[in-house]
């Protein structure tokens, strides 16, 4: 344990990047072989390169904005671990101990909690809308968010910084962790069902987290998990559909401009407030898809 320690403590940026582009590479490949939707085939129009490029526009500027404000959560953790605030230093636990509930604690609040603020209030799901407004879930969509999500997103951060007391060995474990994962749970596979019940009394799985991504209420209003599922099994978020049942996208912003054009997408945010519109019916569907929609 303390060689993790370590090494997280040092850990290059080069290291981080090659985690971040690795993980997508790897998905990218393994959902190009064993696909869970064939969208090439069901939509017209679509390239997964074009795709991916609106995806990674959207990654690099989350990039950026985490660049800028680093030092903000370096100045937080180091903070809090001098002035020995937060549940960390409190419980006074071994290393693995600690490293285990910090990780809960930091996925509780800096992701499972930010996730369902975004939901649940009004102006922050403007800026969390363009995640969900992807219509071709794969492991491109994980880093798919306005820079606006990221800036709220790195304050739930710092908020779990501190409530965790976590030192920045274990922020950046938690990270790390978080990126992988993300990337896991968004890729356009299924796991069989054997697998997904065994892998997810550990992780969120894609068979979880596709879910979310159903274009309307309720199903779009579970699993917020990102590392853990532990969470929506809690506070009773947790729900269950068939992979092939689902349709990605949302409901309120049907047009191609706002879904898969980077200037539309970025100006989505500050439009006016769009409630939800409910199921259409499979032949609504289809011809929407027909239409490009």
């Excluded at 080069?14 to 959902?31: A, D, K, M, Q, Y």
């Excluded at 990674?56 to 020995?84: G, P, Q, R």
């Excluded at 991504?213 to 969470?231: A, C, E, Q």
């Excluded at 054009?261 to 032949?283: A, D, S, W």
Aim: hydrophobic residues 45%; proline residues 5%; contains cysteine.
């Amino acid at each position: 344990m303390e060689q993790v320690v370590r090494y997280f403590e040092t850990i290059p940026s080069l290291h981080r990047s090659l985690i971040l582009v690795g993980g997508i590479t790897f998905f990218w490949l393994l959902e190009s072989a064993v696909p869970l939707f064939r969208f090439d085939q069901s939509t017209p129009g679509y390239r997964k390169t074009r795709h991916a490029g609106i995806n990674f526009f959207f990654t690099l500027t989350t990039i950026v904005v985490n660049f800028c404000l680093a030092f903000l959560l370096v100045k937080t953790s180091d903070w809090a671990v001098a002035s020995k605030v937060g549940v960390l230093p409190w419980l006074d636990l071994p290393l693995w101990a600690e490293a285990l509930v910090g990780l809960l604690l930091l996925d509780l609040i800096g992701a499972w909690l930010a996730h369902w603020t975004e939901h649940h209030v009004k102006w922050m799901w403007q800026f969390h809308s363009v995640h969900h407004s992807d219509q071709h879930v794969d492991t491109t969509t994980a880093n798919r968010h306005h820079p606006g999500e990221s800036v709220i997103r790195f304050v739930f951060t710092l908020v779990a910084v501190v409530v965790t007391g976590a030192p920045m060995w274990l922020v950046f474990l938690y990270q790390s962790l978080s990126v992988v994962l993300s990337q896991f749970n968004h890729a356009n596979i299924e796991l069989p069902r054997w697998a997904d019940r065994l892998l997810g009394l550990v992780v969120v799985t894609p068979n979880m987290h596709h879910v979310h991504h159903h274009y309307v209420l309720p199903l779009s209003n579970t699993n917020y998990g990102n590392i853990f599922p532990y969470w929506d099994w809690i506070f009773g978020t947790f729900a269950r559909e068939e992979g092939r049942q689902l349709v990605y996208g949302l409901d309120t912003h049907p047009d191609p401009h706002e879904h898969a054009h980077i200037g539309g997408i970025l100006k989505v945010p500050f439009g006016k407030y769009r409630p939800p519109v409910g199921e259409r019916t499979t032949e609504e569907l289809v011809k929407d898809r027909a239409a490009g929609l």
